[in-house]
């Protein structure tokens, strides 16, 4: 089995994660998300992801792709990882129900 860590292999990693956010937030508020530890887990969970995988696209990858928030992943990337108590619920909530949908858009070309 081929598995060559490239920009494409990094790309459809990230495109899986947003969809996996995509689907599971469709139908949830952020009351559902703040009492389900498990989703808000999983969902904070795919958004490193999402970042890390980022992080190792090329450069010339990134470049030709700058209309992509890239820093904007990284940034909040670091907010869960190293702040992770103090992560405000309504930016994460409007993120993925607002920021993924359009991110996987964007990404989807």
Known sequence: MDNIKNDSYYIQKIRTDLAFIVEHMR????????????????MLFRMIQISENAKRLSEAYRGTHSYIPWSALGGMRNRIVHDYGNVDLNVVFDTLKNDIPGLLELIAD
């Not at 139908?27 to 530890?37: A, F, G, K, Q, Y």
């Open 27 to 42: 139908d949830v508020d952020i009351e559902e998300l703040n009492e389900n530890e498990i989703l808000l887990d999983s």
